[in-house]
């Protein structure tokens, strides 16, 4: 089982529509999450932190279920620019980060 | 808003050479990582650093992989003798403590082997 698993999509959607993605991972003892996003060929950027309660950045939600082991990330709102690849990412104890391969957003006018 | 900061942008190289690979991380960071992304693939772990010392390494850091901090600002992936297959991007992360906050990654070195 890969150990940080999401949907590579693409996920097609119109602008203002609301989409989420989910991911799951394998190894229970992880110590933090992470969402990055990352642009064509670019290096991945940190779009939020995942805390166990759940957090929201603007449009952006997170949530963590350490029970299921699933993370998600809500985008409400969706503009065009948000259009990329969304990374879920899991850090262990000693800080190496394991990315998933990321799912793909594509937001149409 | 500080930036870790990767030199060059683009590497072109001779299978079997040397490459060295630049990052300065950003100035009060204490915990230094390296990455690298093959071409539509996931990014893949390949080193941690702190204190002068490798902290945590991955199977892909094998023998031909060096790191070093030669002195203050920089932090270095050395690569001593490159395959084709270590074509790649190669991002630098840096972060400031232990804690489980985010690391920040540089915009990366894209290596190609000829």
């Known amino acids: 089982r890969k150990e940080v698993e999401q949907d590579p999509g693409p996920f097609n959607v119109p602008e203002g529509a609301t989409v989420a993605f989910n991911c799951t991972y394998s190894n229970s003892a992880s110590q933090s999450f992470f969402w990055y996003r990352q642009d064509c060929r670019k290096e991945p950027k940190l779009l939020m932190s995942v805390y166990s309660s759940g957090n929201e950045d603007g449009r952006f939600t997170a949530q963590l279920n350490r029970a299921s082991q699933y993370i998600s990330l809500l985008i409400r709102d969706s503009k065009l620019s948000d259009s990329a690849t969304y990374l879920c990412?899991?850090?262990?104890?000693?800080?190496?980060?394991?990315f998933g391969g990321g799912t793909r957003l594509m937001v149409k006018p | 808003e500080p930036e870790v900061t990767q030199t060059p942008s683009h590497q072109v190289t001779q299978m079997g050479q040397e490459v060295i690979l630049r990052c300065v991380p950003i100035?009060?960071?204490?915990?230094f990582y390296w990455y690298r992304q093959i071409l539509g693939q996931k990014v893949e772990f390949l080193v941690s650093?702190?204190?002068?010392?490798?902290?945590?390494k991955s199977e892909i850091f094998d023998d031909q992989f060096s790191v070093e901090r030669p002195d203050g600002s920089n932090f270095t992936l050395k690569i001593r003798s490159t395959k084709l297959e270590d074509s790649a991007m190669y991002f630098c992360?840096?972060?400031?403590?232990?804690?489980?906050?985010?690391?920040?990654f540089g915009d990366g070195t894209r290596l190609s082997i000829l």
């Open positions: 100035s009060n960071h204490l915990y």
């Open positions: 650093f702190y204190n002068n010392e490798i902290s945590e």
């Open positions: 990412v899991r850090g262990n104890a000693g800080n190496m980060l394991t």
């Open positions: 992360a840096s972060k400031r403590d232990r804690d489980n906050q985010p690391q920040h």
